[in-house]
């Protein structure tokens, strides 16, 4: 199973940024880091932690996370109350790859980690890509904009797709046995038609353990 990827999360307020942990680490597939308080410790964390993900904050105690996201060579999601155009502006044009304004839900971020996993899945397995394959990268940052394929589906992604009934949830190896092949391949299967928004990916948490990832088709 792929390691999880590890989300910095940088925010002034520690009780703001222990519940966006907690929504974070409700999520499938990543991991809250301890959280970063201002500018600095954010670099320090930056740097010795090497966070997969940034989500970060535009009003911190010693200095502007405008400022910071110019400095910083990682994916970085806006989490802030700066609701300006300009800071918007700012924020895409010095590379941002979302901009969420506070206050927000969990299934609000859940969606927006959802995407950028399915971002990362998209551009993580090829080292060359068509087009094609960067508008579909570019569209799956955007929550709910990512439609099902139309390309056509081999008998096997056809098959996987088919052993999903609508409201249950499987693991891969559940599937892996109601398909008929290896876990490895339902593995395959699933994540790629996670990346085409086929299938939704959901955690379930049981008694020891890493949490279990759960393939279903989405409602």
Known sequence: ????????????????????????????GFMALAPAGSVSQALQAIHSLRPDLVLLDVYLPDGSGLDLLGQLDVDALMLTAASDAQSIRVALRRGALGYMLKPFT????SQQLRSYARYRRI??????????????????????????????????????????LPGEQYSAAEVAERVGVSRATAQRYLSSL????????QLRYGSTG??????????
């Open 1 to 28: 199973m792929a390691e999880d990827l590890r989300v910095l999360i940088v925010d002034d307020d520690f009780h703001v940024a222990r519940l966006h942990a907690a929504y974070v680490d409700s999520v499938a």
């Open 210 to 219: 890493r949490p279990e990832h759960r393939y279903g088709i989405p409602a």
């Open 106 to 109: 969990a299934e609000s971020l």
């Open 194 to 201: 996670a990346d085409d928004g086929a299938v939704e990916i």
């Open 123 to 164: 551009l993580g397995q090829q080292t060359a890509v068509d087009q094609t394959t960067i508008e579909r990268a570019k569209r799956s940052l955007i929550p709910g904009d990512v439609t099902p394929s139309a390309k056509p589906r081999s008998a096997t992604e056809a098959a996987v797709l088919e052993s999903l």
